[in-house]
């Protein structure tokens, strides 16, 4: 757990809760639809003649950056190379039009978020001229053409707000005609938000987009007559795309931490002219924090879902330093839908509501009931992750397989996804609706839950509990098919647990169990009964996208039609 953030005294509320799926499966197609449409009418004259109009002479003023940029990174830039999550450009190179970049990379790059690498190493003399060079190449790219992904609503919002935060790196020429094309493609890119904001994919991306028109209008002169209207806008984007406890609607940890960084950069916004943010913008801050917090594991980095790479500990570290509240981790949450248990060295999560459905996540995961575990320093059981990664890093295939029930620790019928993965990214049916309940006693905090995945093409809900005890030595878990109607033949099951990098497992002569090794050489024991215990090879994609092969222990057997029920331990054996 980042040191950064109060230990958690949160008090559990005990008790049963039903979640259901946040949209129906029939706005997939409406919303890539609805998407295509507006990029094509970013194309259009009529689009090319609302941006044109006058430009600033200057920004009212400058806010501060909130999160501190990485000066290794910022040293590489200077060097010629930008470099991140395992992707590497060179500058000499680039052109912004280069089509092999992963999203995550490209979204590094448009955002212009490596600037904030540069402004790290605190020497402004030796870095702008760099800053300046690189935006000379983005504005001849792009400056002219609206088009995806550079002028994308999300991308274009966020790199409004690196600009602004950042404006003495790409504004401190003496070239004029330069400076009044910055200042030019900052009044324009504001334009753009007001027309395209409210059309940009629900959830972070729709928020990034209304941020970057809220600070526009908040540092740039003129901007007070529409400043209302694009705060009005932020404040209907939060409304649509989070839960009433403040977690997107993605279910994304990854794109959580975009959120937490949208709203802390415009904190500061609204501080440099001397204001504070309205209340329902610091209550959106201080949620998604608390529920960021409930998502690390004892190593401080992430933990992995929906597409999202697990990020390293330095990276959240940074992140959480830079929001401006403290929280504590909560690890609750009915609409969000992840649960934590924390006990002693052990830390758990587990995925407990439906997917995102639709188009909400390109990347969405077929994850419900899977868990991740760490053990102190070292994460023990994990999903595979990383899908989101994409591009040159991961095939296709690749990406796809990530996202399958089977990449995660949670138990799979017949070789099948407990809801469907669309072709061209998102979800569609499948698990339409969970039921979570908690009880934290003396004997140990418990997590109850179940899926209607498997109903109706199997017959089967899903029902996993876990328990852990008070000092966090052993888990106990129970998988359990329940029919739901009657069912004539039983179904196969795989209940899989993939390991962390540097976890050896052994199994036992009895063959019903297996010894865990951490790198420190502490061990755990699992056993478990009933199905066919096996060692399998596994992957696992970390924070820079890259691929470890790894083990995983997989229970497997046949269920009979009236059910059946798969206990299992993790037991720390010294």
């Given at each position: 757990?980042?040191?950064?953030?109060?230990a958690?005294?949160?008090?559990?509320?005990?008790?049963?809760?039903?979640i259901?799926a946040?949209?129906?499966?029939?706005?997939a197609?409406?919303d890539?639809l609805?998407?295509?449409?507006n990029?094509?009418l970013?194309k259009s004259?009529l689009h090319?003649l609302?941006?044109k109009?006058?430009?600033p002479?200057?920004?009212l003023?400058?806010?501060?950056d909130?999160?501190?940029g990485?000066?290794?990174?910022?040293?590489?830039?200077?060097?010629?190379?930008?470099?991140?999550q395992?992707t590497a450009?060179?500058?000499?190179a680039?052109?912004?039009?280069?089509q092999?970049w992963s999203?995550?990379?490209?979204?590094h790059?448009?955002s212009?978020a490596?600037?904030?690498?540069?402004?790290?190493?605190n020497d402004?003399?030796?870095v702008?001229?760099l800053?300046?060079?690189?935006?000379?190449?983005?504005?001849?790219?792009?400056s002219?053409?609206v088009s995806d992904?550079?002028w994308?609503?999300d991308l274009a919002?966020a790199?409004?707000?690196?600009?602004m935060?950042?404006?003495?790196?790409?504004l401190?020429s003496?070239?004029?005609i330069y400076?009044s094309s910055v200042?030019s493609?900052?009044?324009?890119?504001?334009?753009h938000?007001?027309q395209v904001?409210?059309?940009v994919?629900n959830?972070?991306?729709?928020?990034?987009?209304?941020?970057?028109?809220v600070a526009a209008n908040?540092?740039?002169?003129?901007?007070?007559?529409r400043?209302?209207?694009?705060?009005?806008?932020l404040?209907?984007?939060l409304?649509?795309?989070?839960?009433?406890d403040?977690?997107p609607?993605c279910r994304s940890?990854e794109?959580?931490?975009?959120?937490i960084q949208?709203l802390a950069?415009?904190?500061?916004?609204y501080a440099a002219?001397?204001e504070?943010?309205?209340p329902?913008?610091a209550?959106?801050l201080?949620?998604a924090?608390?529920?960021?917090?409930?998502?690390i594991?004892?190593d401080?980095?992430?933990?992995s879902w929906?597409?999202g790479?697990p990020l390293?500990?330095?990276?959240v570290d940074?992140l959480l330093?830079g929001a401006?509240?403290r929280?504590?981790?909560k690890?609750?949450?009915f609409d969000?839908g992840?649960?934590r248990l924390?006990n002693g060295?052990?830390s758990?999560i587990?995925?407990?509501?439906?997917p995102?459905?639709g188009?909400a996540?390109?990347?969405g995961?077929?994850s419900?009931?899977?868990?991740?575990?760490?053990d102190g320093p070292?994460?023990?059981?994990?999903?595979?992750?990383?899908?989101?990664a994409?591009?040159?890093?991961?095939?296709?295939?690749?990406?796809?397989?990530?996202r399958?029930?089977?990449a995660?620790s949670t138990l799979?019928v017949?070789?099948?996804n407990?809801?469907a993965?669309?072709?061209?990214?998102?979800?569609?049916a499948?698990?339409g609706?969970?039921e979570?309940?908690?009880q934290?006693?003396?004997?140990g905090?418990?997590?109850?839950a179940?899926h209607d995945?498997?109903?109706?093409?199997f017959g089967?809900?899903?029902?996993r509990?876990?328990?852990?005890?008070?000092?966090g030595?052993?888990l106990?878990g129970?998988d359990v098919l329940?029919?739901q109607r009657?069912?004539r033949n039983g179904v196969?099951?795989a209940?899989r647990?993939h390991?962390?990098?540097?976890?050896d497992a052994s199994?036992?002569?009895?063959?019903n169990?297996a010894?865990?090794?951490l790198?420190d050489g502490?061990?755990?024991?699992?056993?478990?009964q009933n199905?066919?215990?096996?060692l399998?090879?596994?992957?696992?994609v970390?924070?820079?996208?890259?691929m470890?092969p790894?083990?995983?222990?997989?229970?497997?057997?046949?269920?009979?039609?009236?059910?059946?029920?798969?206990?299992?331990?993790?037991k720390?054996?010294?």
């Amino acid at each position: 757990m980042s040191g950064d953030l109060p230990a958690d005294s949160e008090s559990i509320v005990p008790g049963k809760r039903l979640i259901r799926a946040n949209r129906p499966t029939g706005f997939a197609l409406r919303d890539r639809l609805k998407a295509q449409l507006n990029q094509l009418l970013w194309k259009s004259p009529l689009h090319r003649l609302r941006l044109k109009g006058r430009y600033p002479l200057k920004l009212l003023t400058v806010p501060e950056d909130p999160i501190k940029g990485d000066p290794d990174r910022g040293a590489a830039i200077l060097r010629g190379s930008i470099y991140w999550q395992g992707t590497a450009q060179e500058v000499a190179a680039c052109t912004f039009t280069e089509q092999n970049w992963s999203p995550s990379f490209a979204r590094h790059m448009h955002s212009f978020a490596w600037l904030r690498d540069l402004a790290a190493l605190n020497d402004r003399e030796r870095v702008a001229p760099l800053a300046e060079q690189l935006m000379r190449t983005w504005l001849a790219a792009h400056s002219e053409t609206v088009s995806d992904v550079a002028w994308r609503g999300d991308l274009a919002g966020a790199r409004l707000l690196f600009w602004m935060a950042h404006a003495p790196l790409i504004l401190s020429s003496p070239d004029i005609i330069y400076r009044s094309s910055v200042l030019s493609i900052l009044a324009r890119t504001a334009r753009h938000l007001e027309q395209v904001a409210g059309h940009v994919a629900n959830g972070v991306p729709r928020i990034e987009a209304w941020a970057g028109a809220v600070a526009a209008n908040l540092l740039m002169p003129g901007g007070e007559a529409r400043r209302s209207y694009s705060e009005s806008g932020l404040k209907q984007a939060l409304a649509t795309g989070l839960f009433d406890d403040g977690g997107p609607i993605c279910r994304s940890p990854e794109k959580l931490g975009y959120l937490i960084q949208t709203l802390a950069m415009l904190q500061k916004v609204y501080a440099a002219r001397g204001e504070r943010i309205d209340p329902w913008l610091a209550a959106a801050l201080e949620e998604a924090v608390a529920l960021y917090g409930a998502l690390i594991l004892g190593d401080g980095g992430l933990s992995s879902w929906q597409g999202g790479v697990p990020l390293a500990k330095a990276d959240v570290d940074t992140l959480l330093r830079g929001a401006p509240v403290r929280t504590r981790p909560k690890r609750q949450s009915f609409d969000w839908g992840y649960q934590r248990l924390e006990n002693g060295r052990t830390s758990l999560i587990m995925d407990a509501a439906p997917p995102p459905i639709g188009a909400a996540s390109d990347t969405g995961c077929a994850s419900t009931l899977g868990f991740e575990m760490s053990d102190g320093p070292y994460r023990l059981i994990v999903n595979c992750g990383g899908a989101g990664a994409g591009g040159a890093i991961l095939s296709d295939a690749l990406v796809q397989a990530l996202r399958t029930s089977a990449a995660h620790s949670t138990l799979v019928v017949a070789d099948s996804n407990s809801t469907a993965l669309l072709p061209l990214g998102g979800l569609g049916a499948g698990v339409g609706q969970t039921e979570v309940e908690w009880q934290d006693s003396a004997a140990g905090g418990r997590v109850e839950a179940s899926h209607d995945g498997y109903v109706r093409r199997f017959g089967m809900l899903h029902r996993r509990t876990l328990t852990l005890l008070p000092d966090g030595s052993e888990l106990r878990g129970d998988d359990v098919l329940v029919p739901q109607r009657r069912v004539r033949n039983g179904v196969q099951f795989a209940i899989r647990f993939h390991l962390g990098v540097g976890v050896d497992a052994s199994p036992t002569a009895v063959g019903n169990g297996a010894l865990l090794r951490l790198p420190d050489g502490h061990m755990w024991q699992f056993r478990c009964q009933n199905g066919t215990l096996a060692l399998e090879d596994s992957l696992w994609v970390d924070a820079n996208g890259q691929m470890h092969p790894t083990q995983q222990l997989v229970i497997s057997g046949d269920a009979p039609a009236g059910g059946a029920t798969f206990n299992w331990v993790l037991k720390r054996a010294r």
